[in-house]
């Protein structure tokens, strides 16, 4: 018996999930479903730019499986755009990703899906709405080229 797949991480749901043809109905269209990891994948190699080793351990994946989920989701944006096809973004096997806050003035923890606040500066506390937050996941490190998502090694 085959092995159930992990469900890969995504950090990002998208808010738009249909693109199509400028002028031709629906009806009259084929459409292709890219699934929210596939768009992940492009997401993070194409418009992020990090190499495939950073983005599969963002999806929580190895590197031949991201590129696997990369060359597919490559193929059905290409035959959308070339076919004249409209593109759906549904389904798949995913789990939204989230960041994990401690309140500096009550100690609360909380979870915080991606996509809401600026690195934490504007997250306010859900007990006692203070916005002393700080992130506490990853080492209370972020991820990608901003200055505080890396760690520095110590010169030895």
Not at 6 to 13: A, I, S
Request: aromatic share 6%.
């Amino acid at each position: 018996m085959a092995r159930p797949p992990k469900p890969r991480r995504v950090e990002v749901m998208p808010e738009v999930t249909l693109f199509k043809p400028v002028g031709v109905p629906m009806r009259e269209l084929d459409e292709i479903i890219l699934t929210v990891e596939e768009l992940e994948a492009l997401r993070l190699k194409d418009l992020e730019g990090l190499e495939q080793e950073d983005c599969a351990m963002r999806m929580n994946v190895s590197r031949p499986t991201f590129q696997r989920v990369l060359a597919a989701s490559r193929a059905k944006v290409a035959d959308a755009l070339v076919g004249g096809k409209a593109l759906r973004v549904e389904g798949g096997n995913y789990r939204l990703a989230k960041r994990r806050f401690r309140c500096r003035a009550c100690q609360n923890e909380f979870d915080m899906p991606f996509g809401t606040g600026q690195m934490g500066i504007e997250i306010h506390c859900p007990d006692c709405n203070a916005q002393a937050v700080q992130r506490i996941d990853c080492g209370g490190h972020g991820y990608g080229r901003r200055p505080w998502g890396r760690r520095r090694r110590s010169e030895e």
